[in-house]
């Protein structure tokens, strides 16, 4: 492929929401003809690089060439009018149109100033036969499963003159079926010399589809590889940014330490989507860390945990009693409290106090009528502002206002304030800084030497090394292995967390 | 034996053959489902009436059925873009009593119908367009932008004269007054500009760009918007349309009647949203048909005649259409969740 010109070709792109930099500095390139992807950790900057490239976001810094020449698009309208059409997890499309017209449609063909629409379904027919799919032009496309909705998502794309396509994780939802299906479209357009850029975090289709990858960490890139030149480890490795250098040392502990009196105890969990026979125990006292790349079920196993999604099937049992979890709020009832990994949009009402955000689970579980009186209401906020050290420690301020360190801790002050047996924090330091990532570490610490069970999920491996007395391992949805935190590095994990059964290659 | 077995491969044939049929045709057609329940119904008290009272489906009666509500027939197809786009238009009552009463005072004054028509028309236009720009432009729910207009609109009919006032001119009262017969059946001017109305709203829905965008709209504002369409020009239009259907119904309305009164149709934009329901249009937009909303009309006006018939109170017109309004919503929520759990 040297010698070709690249078809997309991005140079020193650079995205600010405010002070936060998305994307900083990042080349990348795509070649016709080629399935690339792109891949890193939420957060990396993926979603802002597609935004750059499809005209949802503009550009603070750098240049967007297509086919030679610079383009600016200010809208994703313009994008699709240039070449490059985007088909979302989320199927961009109108469920309540017939198949046709959602290909057609802003372009259907007129007949005498009015809409042809026999012209319309056999165009559309046409369209989709060219794809190899057997789906009536005519039948409203809500009626379709969300595998062939995407399909015609793409079909769409590819009846305007197509030249590059962005698949945003069109996988997640799909079956094996559905997902061969897709990749025979996927290969087919690669013949028409279509560049596709292929978004997924299951790395098997990534190795399966892709001729080429560009990894992105924290913003930056960190390069772009072929993917038949970098081995599954390295590309995991250049994902979560680890040094490789002593991965041959790998030591496997045998023999994971198991409480002898675990407080919580699930047994072969399947949750739909992504756990498969999940095991997991905790003990008073202990903290488990959840170890697993995005999309090796983290945030599913510990929404099952905690009564959010109804497990399919598996025991939990605590203090060796089996519980069924019908709801967060009975799990709530039982002390399993879940922290989620969005604590704006999940978790905390930013419009409301400091003090309104503490005290609503507890007025919650009280019930509306026994209103907590204002004076006590108070005291038990400004005590878990003192022993949570957030600041500023007015409990009349703004949760909106105040930095994502301290946010995580009034969502941790409300969930303590119901006094639970069994804490689930997912992701609790994600975009925080360095120092009071450090503080809610010590905090999660201290909580479990007051004899509370912690699961704490993390996507960087060293924080579930620290904080973790042992590690569950999530591998594409089952607990691969459960160790002893101090049997472990950083690069051991690694190594585990990736795939221990590669290939030597 | 060979001969029952051929039968049983025939009948397993054609069983799997009706089945795809259904098939099809559920994938095709599952949103026109409310407007054949709003059919069968309207059928079921056509023909309920004619056993009970033996007189019912004469020319006479049914010619009465279009002329009665031509004027519902207009504000419902207006209604039916609106509700497509998941907005409601409350403002279509008053618009009606202000440009029937404005009309009918200009009338009144001497001014020749080539302009009182156009400006009864343009005055409907005006009062949808600012509800359109107040939807779209400055994010007011469409339920407070139109009461706005439905306030405005009779404050301005009362303006306009607290009286009713009689119309003398002649091209008004050959509106309303002359009657193509063909048989028993009869049909007057009014009637003709409800059925055109109806059609050419009708064609407009189907078969133009705009009117795909309307449901596209309603379909889902954000992917309409993704797929490039004009969205915002779209939402004030449909608004624009209800109020130039408001001001074509307030000249149906004065020539029906033969004079301008402001205290018409008070609490019609509730009927109005009733009959388009019934006649199978999603309140939360995105299906529905104008010619649906022509059935729910009928089906309105049937039940208000047979209630003449049997000399019962009125108000039970208002207590069937109520159970009726139910009855639609339900069988929509059925039809709604199960095309959600099938996706």
New interface residues.
């Given amino acids: 492929m040297d010698g070709a010109e690249p078809l997309v070709e991005l140079e020193g792109a650079t995205v600010r929401f405010g002070a936060f930099t998305a994307l900083d500095g990042v080349d990348f390139r795509m070649f016709p003809g080629e399935v690339h992807s792109l891949m890193g950790e939420n957060g990396a900057g993926k979603s802002t690089l597609i935004k750059a490239i499809t005209g949802v976001l503009p550009l603070d810094e750098g240049s967007l060439t297509l086919a030679g020449e610079s383009v600016q698009f200010a ?3 313009a994008a ?2 240039a070449g490059v059409s985007t088909v979302y997890q989320e199927v ?7 198949v046709a ?1 959602n290909i057609w ?2 372009r ?1 063909p ?1 007949r005498f ?3 042809d ?1 026999a012209a319309m379904r056999r165009q559309a027919s046409e369209v989709l036969d060219g794809l190899g799919l057997d789906i ?1 032009p ?3 496309l ?5 595998a062939v ?1 995407q399909l015609v998502a793409i079909a769409r794309a590819i009846s305007t003159d197509l030249r590059v396509l962005v698949l945003d994780e069109p996988t997640s939802s799909l079956d094996t079926d559905e997902v061969a299906e897709l990749f025979r479209v996927i290969r087919d357009l690669k013949q028409r010399g279509v560049a596709i850029l292929f978004v997924s975090h299951f790395l098997d289709q990534v190795y399966e589809i892709c001729d080429r990858v560009t990894v992105l960490r924290d913003g930056a890139l960190v390069g772009e590889y072929l993917t038949t030149e970098l081995l599954r480890i390295d590309l995991v490795q250049k994902m979560l940014g680890r040094d490789v250098a002593e991965f041959a040392t790998r030591e496997r502990v045998v023999e994971p330490d198991l409480p002898p009196d675990p407080f919580l105890s699930a047994r072969g969990i399947t949750s739909a989507p992504g756990i498969v026979d999940a095991d997991i125990d905790v003990a008073e006292g202990e903290v488990l860390g959840l170890a697993g790349l995005l999309g090796s079920g983290r945030t599913e196993l510990a929404r099952a945990l905690t009564g959010i999604d109804r497990p399919q099937s598996g025991i939990i049992r605590i203090e060796k009693s089996e519980v069924r979890l019908e709801s967060p709020r009975h799990a709530l009832q039982i002390g399993v409290v879940y922290s989620s990994e969005n604590r704006r949009t999940e978790g905390l009402l930013p419009e409301l106090s400091i003090l309104e955000n503490i005290v609503l689970a507890v007025q919650a579980q009280q019930g509306a009528m026994r209103r907590i009186p204002l004076a006590r209401q108070r005291e038990l906020a400004m005590s878990w502002i003192d022993a949570l050290g957030i600041r500023p420690s007015d409990p009349d301020r703004k949760v909106g206002t105040l930095s994502g360190g301290n946010q995580q801790k009034v969502m941790l002050a409300r969930l303590l304030a119901l006094s639970p047996r069994v804490l689930v924090l997912d992701e609790p330091t994600r975009g925080i800084d360095v120092g009071a990532k450090v503080e809610i570490q010590n905090l999660v610490g201290e909580l479990a030497d007051n004899g509370l069970a912690v699961i704490f999920i993390s996507a960087e491996l060293e924080e579930v090394l620290r904080v973790g007395d042992r590690v569950a391992i999530l591998r594409e949805g089952r607990v691969a292995e459960t160790l002893t935190a101090d049997s472990l590095n950083p690069d051991t994990l690694l190594a585990l967390v990736a795939q221990p059964d590669l290939p030597e290659a | 034996m060979s001969a029952t077995d051929a039968t049983t491969t025939t009948s397993s044939a054609s069983g799997a053959g009706a089945k795809g049929m259904i098939g099809t045709f559920t994938s095709r057609y599952a949103s026109v489902l409310p407007t054949f329940a709003a059919i069968t119904i309207l059928i079921a008290l056509l023909a309920g009436a004619e056993i009970y009272f033996g007189n019912f489906l004469t020319g006479r009666n049914m010619s009465a059925l279009l002329l009665d509500n031509a004027y519902l027939m207009v504000l419902a197809v207006g209604m039916t873009f609106v509700i497509v786009t998941a907005g409601i238009d409350l403002s279509v009552g008053s618009v009606m009593a202000f440009t029937g009463i404005f009309g009918a005072s200009l009338f009144a004054s001497g001014v020749p119908f080539v302009i009182v028509i156009p400006v009864m028309l343009l005055s409907g236009v005006a009062i949808g367009l600012l509800i359109g720009v107040l939807v779209q432009y400055f994010n007011v729910q469409p339920f407070i932008a139109s009461l706005a207009g439905l306030f405005l609109g009779r404050g301005l009919a009362y303006v306009v004269s607290l009286q009713s006032i009689r119309v003398e001119d002649p091209v008004l009262l050959w509106l309303g007054s002359t009657r193509f017969t063909l048989g028993d059946f009869y049909i007057a001017p009014t009637g003709v500009i409800a059925l055109l109305t109806v059609i050419v709203g009708a064609l407009v829905m189907h078969f133009t760009r705009f009117g795909r965008t309307v449901y596209a709209v309603g379909g889902s504002e954000q992917s309409a918007r993704l797929m490039g369409l004009n969205v915002a020009r779209t939402k004030v239009m449909v608004y624009v349309i209800s109020g130039l259907c408001g001001g074509l119904a307030g000249l149906v309305l004065t020539a029906y009647t033969g004079s301008g009164y402001p205290r018409n149709g008070i609490g019609t934009e509730l009927d109005v949203i009733a009959v388009v329901v019934i006649g199978g249009t999603l309140l939360s937009g995105g299906r529905g048909y104008v010619l649906g909303s022509m059935i729910g009309v009928f089906v309105f006006g049937t039940i208000n005649t047979i209630i003449n018939f049997m000399g019962a109170e009125q108000s039970w017109t208002h207590i069937i259409v109520g159970a009726l309004l139910l009855l639609f919503i339900v069988v929509q929520r059925a039809i709604v969740a199960r095309s959600d759990r099938s996706r």
């Fill in positions: 809208t994703p309208h699709q009018a961009d499309l109108l469920p309540n149109l017939s017209e449609l802003g259907e007129r100033g009015l809409i629409n009536d005519a039948s409203i809500g009626s379709h499963s969300l909705q």
